[in-house]
């Protein structure tokens, strides 16, 4: 489904009701707007499979962000956090949604912190996984090779390809290249929940892509205006990864109110660090949503 929000038409889909019908008083679930990550590459089509286990208790909509997927934008001037996050008070305007539950994965938690920052009052709470309030380019490459030496693999073919991800030119071969030797190497093995396969390779905007990662993602800092968030947070990271790693994981949690922020960090996991413990992930977040009810 398409919705209008002014300059562009956003794609959404939903899962669940919004009434809880099997309640005698048809009481009404809370919204839960799930937002994807990969900037341009991705939609929100791999994320299905694990974020629409909330439908029993919430009507979760997931929809593609402005210049990803099927919500399709070829002005570069507005591929910002600011804008992405205007994006979803827009949404929730249109639709007449009054205080969702906004989560995201990496960028798409990045957007629902811009979000957040700029509407403090509009969000019921924030449900973010295996994201940055801050990146620090250096760290992640230090990270990386340090796993790379651990490995025995060559160093210097896996800073290239780290390099070539963050710098571009980007196509399907850099990422298969990036998130095949060197993610793969972060975190215990795991079923993988989230298929990318999924995503539909017309529908890819690597000029997006290479405008966020080579710009505003090693620029942003969202750390000192977190500090300002009204609502309940839950926060679930993994220790492993090169992006989002354990340093920029606690960074983010000691960026908020500390009697706002809720976390778990899954041990040996890398993004998207549920699938390291899908069960446990799947109780902690349902947990959270029935306590702001």
């Given at each position: 489904?398409?919705?209008?929000?002014?300059?562009?038409?956003?794609?959404?889909?939903?899962?669940?009701?919004?009434?809880?019908?099997?309640?005698?008083?048809?009481?009404?679930?809370?919204?839960?707007?799930?937002?994807?990550?990969?900037?341009?590459?991705?939609?929100?089509?791999?994320?299905?499979?694990?974020?629409?286990?909330?439908?029993?208790?919430?009507?979760?909509?997931?929809?593609?962000?402005?210049?990803?997927?099927?919500?399709?934008?070829?002005?570069?001037?507005?591929?910002?956090?600011?804008?992405?996050?205007?994006?979803?008070?827009?949404?929730?305007?249109?639709?007449?949604?009054?205080?969702?539950?906004?989560?995201?994965?990496?960028?798409?938690?990045?957007?629902?912190?811009?979000?957040?920052?700029?509407?403090?009052?509009?969000p019921l709470a924030l449900i973010l996984s295996d994201t940055d309030a801050h990146i620090?380019?250096?760290?992640?490459?230090?990270?990386?090779?340090?796993?790379?030496?651990?490995?025995?693999?060559?160093?210097?073919?896996?800073?290239?390809?780290?390099?070539?991800?963050?710098?571009?030119?980007?196509?399907?071969?850099?990422?298969?290249?990036?998130?095949?030797?060197?993610?793969?190497?972060?975190?215990?093995?795991?079923?993988?929940?989230?298929?990318?396969?999924?995503?539909?390779?017309?529908?890819?905007?690597?000029?997006?892509?290479?405008?966020?990662?080579?710009?505003?993602?090693?620029?942003?800092?969202?750390?000192?205006?977190?500090?300002?968030?009204?609502?309940?947070?839950?926060?679930?990271?993994?220790?492993?990864?090169?992006?989002?790693?354990?340093?920029?994981?606690?960074?983010?949690?000691?960026?908020?109110?500390?009697?706002?922020?809720?976390?778990?960090?899954?041990?040996?996991?890398?993004?998207?660090?549920?699938?390291?413990?899908?069960?446990?992930?799947?109780?902690?977040?349902?947990?959270?949503?029935?306590?702001?009810?």
């Amino acid at each position: 489904m398409y919705i209008n929000i002014g300059d562009i038409k956003l794609f959404f889909e939903v899962y669940g009701s919004k009434l809880d019908l099997a309640n005698p008083t048809k009481k009404e679930k809370p919204t839960f707007i799930f937002l994807h990550g990969g900037a341009g590459f991705f939609d929100h089509s791999p994320y299905v499979n694990f974020w629409s286990r909330f439908s029993d208790i919430a009507e979760v909509i997931f929809i593609d962000q402005r210049g990803s997927g099927r919500s399709q934008c070829k002005d570069s001037k507005t591929w910002t956090l600011e804008q992405w996050g205007q994006d979803i008070y827009n949404f929730c305007q249109a639709l007449h949604i009054e205080n969702p539950i906004v989560g995201g994965i990496s960028y798409g938690g990045m957007v629902a912190m811009s979000y957040n920052i700029q509407f403090p009052d509009h969000p019921l709470a924030l449900i973010l996984s295996d994201t940055d309030a801050h990146i620090d380019r250096q760290y992640m490459l230090n990270l990386v090779e340090k796993k790379l030496k651990e490995r025995g693999k060559s160093i210097e073919e896996g800073l290239v390809i780290t390099n070539q991800f963050l710098d571009g030119p980007l196509n399907n071969e850099v990422l298969e290249k990036y998130f095949y030797t060197v993610l793969t190497l972060f975190g215990n093995p795991v079923k993988v929940l989230d298929d990318f396969s999924l995503c539909d390779p017309k529908f890819s905007n690597f000029k997006l892509g290479e405008h966020f990662l080579t710009g505003e993602l090693l620029e942003f800092d969202f750390r000192d205006k977190l500090k300002y968030t009204k609502c309940p947070v839950f926060f679930l990271s993994g220790d492993q990864g090169p992006m989002h790693s354990l340093k920029t994981a606690q960074e983010l949690i000691a960026s908020f109110p500390q009697n706002k922020i809720q976390y778990e960090i899954f041990t040996g996991a890398k993004p998207a660090c549920y699938e390291s413990d899908p069960s446990k992930a799947e109780r902690l977040i349902k947990n959270f949503i029935k306590s702001l009810q």
